[in-house]
């Protein structure tokens, strides 16, 4: 194995949970090397948790294996799982909806159980709230340094019995096009929505073009507007709001040098509405 783990959970970093779990890690195998992708998940937030997994993992070589913690349901019957993406690389986590935007983006090829009895830090089986450091992490470090194969993690799950959360596409026609609010660049404040750039080029949308945008909540309008489709934050002037493709390749909403976040009060999920048309003509 590559040696490579992933930690991501919504702990925070203000005590010593994460220290804990980097200290299992290490006890396994000294030379494993660990890195963070967030620990700041907003509390019990699984679509989040869904979604940053989902941000990073392409761009980690194979092998590469991934603790994700966002666990509200902990010490319950949910299961604890070990999969493989079909970039081969592994994600360790509960089966709570975590792997949802890996699973419709990426693709899983196998999913296997984690066998406690094997796969569980040594004297802590009498302790049913921290299985990121006595589950997660533990059979993570196993499975990246090689102490364990894959096929010891546990018996085989069928992938079609993964939990998803509801997954809405983006859509549009010649009326506008119509998306979600996924998540937020959170020190930024900006809005990621769920509309790929591929729509934008089908709607014959171009740089430049100024388009009508509208958010609502729960069908309560939050916000109206003209806003510019730029190129980068430059071609909007200061406190301006403009339209740009992010870095995974989906539609953004942003204020150049502000949160377009916090003047709105908007948040992110399912209710979180986006509409685009164009003022001058019928998309393409």
């Given at each position: 194995?590559?040696?490579?783990?992933?930690?991501?959970?919504?702990?925070?970093?203000?005590?010593?949970?994460?220290?804990?779990?980097?200290?299992?890690?290490?006890?396994?195998?000294?030379?494993?090397?660990?890195?963070?992708?967030?620990?700041?998940?907003?509390?019990?937030?699984?679509?989040?948790?869904?979604?940053?997994?989902?941000?990073?993992?392409?761009?980690?070589?194979?092998?590469?294996?991934?603790?994700?913690?966002?666990?509200?349901?902990?010490?319950?019957?949910?299961?604890?799982?070990?999969?493989?993406?079909?970039?081969?690389?592994?994600?360790?986590?509960?089966?709570?909806?975590?792997?949802?935007?890996?699973?419709?983006?990426?693709?899983?090829?196998?999913?296997?159980?984690?066998?406690?009895?094997?796969?569980?830090?040594?004297?802590?089986?009498?302790?049913?709230?921290?299985?990121?450091?006595?589950?997660?992490?533990?059979?993570?470090?196993?499975?990246?340094?090689?102490?364990?194969?894959?096929?010891?993690?546990?018996?085989?799950?069928?992938?079609?019995?993964?939990?998803?959360?509801?997954?809405?596409?983006?859509?549009?026609?010649?009326?506008?096009?119509?998306?979600?609010?996924?998540?937020?660049?959170?020190?930024?404040?900006?809005?990621?929505?769920?509309?790929?750039?591929?729509?934008?080029?089908?709607?014959?949308?171009?740089?430049?073009?100024?388009?009508?945008?509208?958010?609502?909540?729960?069908?309560?309008?939050?916000?109206?507007?003209?806003?510019?489709?730029?190129?980068?934050?430059?071609?909007?002037?200061?406190?301006?709001p403009i339209l740009f493709v992010n870095s995974l390749d989906k539609i953004g909403v942003a204020i150049n040098q502000g949160s377009f976040a916090k003047a709105y009060h908007i948040e992110t999920g399912a209710n979180w509405k986006i509409s685009i048309r164009s003022m001058e003509r019928k998309f393409s």
């Open positions: 194995m590559s040696k490579h783990l992933v930690l991501q959970t919504d702990f925070g970093l203000s005590d010593g949970a994460v220290s804990a779990m980097y200290g299992v890690a290490l006890s396994v195998d000294p030379s494993i090397r660990i890195f963070n992708l967030t620990h700041e998940i907003t509390q019990h937030n699984i679509w989040e948790g869904s979604y940053r997994l989902f941000q990073t993992i392409n761009y980690w070589p194979e092998e590469t294996v991934f603790v994700s913690v966002v666990d509200p349901g902990v010490g319950t019957d949910r299961l604890s799982v070990v999969v493989k993406t079909a970039k081969n690389q592994y994600i360790v986590t509960p089966n709570n909806g975590t792997l949802t935007h890996i699973k419709d983006s990426v693709g899983i090829v196998e999913a296997r159980i984690i066998d406690e009895k094997v796969n569980r830090l040594p004297n802590s089986g009498e302790s049913y709230t921290f299985h990121g450091r006595d589950v997660y992490a533990y059979t993570g470090a196993r499975l990246a340094s090689g102490v364990i194969s894959y096929e010891e993690v546990g018996p085989t799950l069928d992938v079609e019995k993964l939990v998803e959360l509801p997954l809405t596409k983006a859509s549009y026609d010649k009326e506008g096009i119509e998306g979600n609010i996924d998540i937020l660049d959170i020190r930024f404040g900006n809005l990621w929505t769920n509309i790929g750039r591929e729509i934008f080029i089908e709607a014959g949308i171009q740089y430049g073009d100024s388009l009508e945008v509208t958010i609502e909540n729960n069908r309560r309008h939050i916000y109206k507007n003209i806003i510019k489709f730029g190129r980068s934050f430059a071609d909007s002037h200061l406190g301006e």
